[in-house]
């Protein structure tokens, strides 16, 4: 029962990288680019195209560079469901291909290409750094121990379970906020190296709400953030 659901808690936990809403966010289907809604104040469907033709390249050299043997096509598309919140995740197809999935309300929200530059590649630094791997180990350890500690406590089948699902989030969570920095870092690195301005394009969390810093929240807090790639930036 846990096994089958680790992927989808795995997912929750990374999607909402710069999410813009508390409300919950699924991982729905993939749609390849076609019309960015008429409401974006500054990105165009030309500008949106031109970002994605300098971010992947990098990306991908990234990817090659700092990995071995990982499946480094990165794909990317636009969820055209106009009542999707803004969002943006990184994802794996079945084949194993990484996939950058970005809102329409998204494009919409962002004001500038060093915004949706920084976004893209903080969600291709997400799948470089192998982070859903990661979460998937650290949630498989959690609902183990849970579990354990349930069984040896005496507790029944039902007991187990629960405390393998409460395991598994506690496990997942508990490392998402350095993730979430790891991919700040190496998403300014790329960034800045498809010919963008991070610093300019981190100004986006100066608009969203903080998520302060929560026991247990899967983001940081926004300054934070900032911070991280403003040091990066600092080294480059």
């Known amino acids: 029962m846990y096994r089958a659901g680790l992927s989808v808690l795995v997912a929750l936990v990374l999607a909402g ?3 813009t809403t508390s409300a919950p966010v699924s991982v729905p289907p993939a749609y390849e680019p ?4 008429q409401g974006a104040r500054s990105m165009t469907v030309a500008d949106f195209t031109r970002v994605v033709s300098r971010v992947e390249p ?3 050299r990234e990817c090659r560079n700092r990995t071995n043997g ?6 990317i598309v636009v969820e055209n469901d106009p009542s999707a919140p803004a969002n943006a995740w990184q994802t794996l197809d079945k084949s194993g291909r990484p996939v950058l999935t970005f809102t329409v309300a998204l494009i919409a929200e962002v004001q500038n290409a060093d915004e949706l530059a920084f ?3 903080h969600e291709a630094a997400h799948h470089i750094s192998g982070h859903i791997a990661r979460s998937q180990e650290k949630a498989l350890t959690g609902a183990l121990l849970g579990g354990v500690l349930i069984a ?5 089948a039902s007991a187990i379970s629960s405390a393998q699902d409460i395991g598994a989030t506690v496990g997942a969570r508990s490392y998402s906020k350095s993730y979430e920095l790891e991919a700040d870092q190496l998403g300014t690195v790329i960034a800045y190296n498809a010919g963008y301005n991070p610093v300019r394009g981190a100004a986006y969390f100066t608009r ?3 998520p302060g810093d929560k026991f247990l929240g899967s983001h940081p807090p926004n300054a934070q953030r900032i911070e991280t790639v403003r040091r990066t930036m600092a080294t480059l």
Do not use: K, L, Q, Y
């Open 17 to 19: 990288c710069v999410e």
């Open 152 to 156: 040896a406590m005496g507790g029944d």
């Open 34 to 37: 076609t019309e960015v809604s």
């Open 119 to 121: 976004v893209m590649g």
């Open 70 to 75: 990982a499946n480094c096509d990165f794909r």
């Open 208 to 210: 969203i709400p903080d």
């Open 58 to 60: 990098v990306a991908e």
